[in-house]
């Protein structure tokens, strides 16, 4: 039995091969020639599987380790028959802590205190509420707008996109893109939202790249200095825009949801839905594959503070250096997107890191936050 893992899943040789023959293929490059006689196929979100790939193919059964589906056609499997599975939430921890990171660098650079700022939520999905729970444990408001979520009556305040460009300090968007439709996000923050920000606002796009539109922000960016900028997902990756890049506060290759423990569990959730395909059930448990990480234990005294805060979240993940990785390539006015992906040095989640405290009031929020905390 063939599989199909793409390059970059983690894991995903040691497991599937379990199961049958696996091919290892740079996701982006994938041709039907290498599908031959495949089985199974398992990708991740740059590549498209639609019938161009799959027609005259004997692909079976689709797996992608993401939880954004925008690149598989939905019509295309059922019309053939083909199963499917995605791994909804297996980032979603890895996407939050990206956003952290980036928001108490921007907060230690100009000066304010993040419970100061209203942040809104556009997208209240997996990592939607993730972020938001872990916002409110710091006392942050934070305002949501999900019109899925309204429209079916969920019980939660919701408000419109309007009103968060209006009230809030920070956006944050965390949609899935639908190019049109009641609920279109494509081209979502364009160049009339743009213009309606308010001063000093922090706009952060960890989503789909065509949320926003590039060249608007590019043309707003040429006009106003007052607006951070962070974006790790791009219109027309992995071609992305070196203008627009040199003009943003945060520029990272599509690798928010880079962290061990996201892509693992993005493998682990397609390959037992694989093993349950072919009728051979099978559970992976997460930390049996994981090896130990960089720093595994840390003391922290007294209260935590915003300050201790930030340090304690850039010791396991500082943002400025994916940042800077990036950037040096501009320098030779060549980004080699993928490969920067491909290569992405090993991002752990703040869990993996033990923090033994002597306060039990910082033990207790640091858990809710995420970190693996005790008391001495």
Wanted: glycine share 6%.
């Amino acid at each position: 039995m063939k599989i199909i893992v793409d390059e970059n899943m983690p894991y995903a040789y040691e497991l599937f091969s379990r199961t049958g023959k696996v091919l290892s293929v740079p996701g982006r490059e994938l041709s039907k020639i290498e599908l031959k006689d495949t089985i199974g196929l398992m990708v991740r979100s740059i590549t498209n599987v639609n019938a161009k790939l799959l027609d005259n193919t004997s692909i079976k059964f689709v797996g992608t380790a993401t939880s954004g589906t925008e690149h598989i056609d939905y019509h295309v499997l059922k019309k053939k028959g083909i199963s499917f599975s995605s791994a909804p939430g297996c980032n979603s921890i890895a996407v939050v802590e990206y956003i952290f990171s980036v928001l108490f660098f921007l907060a230690e650079r100009d000066g304010f205190d993040l419970r100061n700022r209203i942040v809104g939520i556009i997208g209240a999905g997996n990592i939607g509420n993730c972020l938001n729970k872990r916002l409110k444990v710091l006392g942050v408001e934070t305002l949501i707008c999900d019109p899925p979520r309204k429209n079916r009556g969920d019980k939660e305040i919701f408000y419109s996109l309007d009103e968060l460009v209006a009230k809030a300090d920070i956006l944050t968007f965390h949609t899935p893109l639908f190019i049109d439709g009641l609920y279109k996000s494509w081209h979502l923050v364009d160049i009339n939202l743009l213009n309606s920000l308010k001063k000093n606002t922090i706009l952060i796009n960890t989503c789909r790249g065509s949320v926003v539109d590039n060249k608007a922000l590019l043309q707003i960016l040429t006009m106003r200095k007052d607006i951070s900028v962070i974006l790790d997902v791009w219109e027309e990756e992995p071609n992305i825009s070196l203008e627009l890049l040199n003009k943003i506060d945060i520029a990272t290759p599509h690798i928010a949801g880079y962290t061990l423990e996201g892509k693992t569990r993005g493998t682990i959730q397609i390959f037992e839905s694989w093993c349950n395909f072919i009728d051979k059930p099978q559970q992976i448990i997460l930390e049996n594959l994981l090896p130990k990480p960089e720093f595994s234990t840390i003391t922290l005294h007294g209260n935590i503070d915003q300050y201790k805060l930030k340090r304690l979240i850039h010791l396991i993940y500082d943002v400025r250096r994916d940042d800077t990785l990036l950037r040096k390539l501009t320098a030779i006015d060549h980004i080699d997107f993928d490969l920067l992906r491909a290569q992405y040095q090993e991002r752990r989640e703040w869990s993996s890191l033990q923090v033994i405290c002597d306060n039990t009031e910082t033990v207790t929020i640091l858990n809710k936050l995420g970190f693996n905390a005790t008391l001495q």
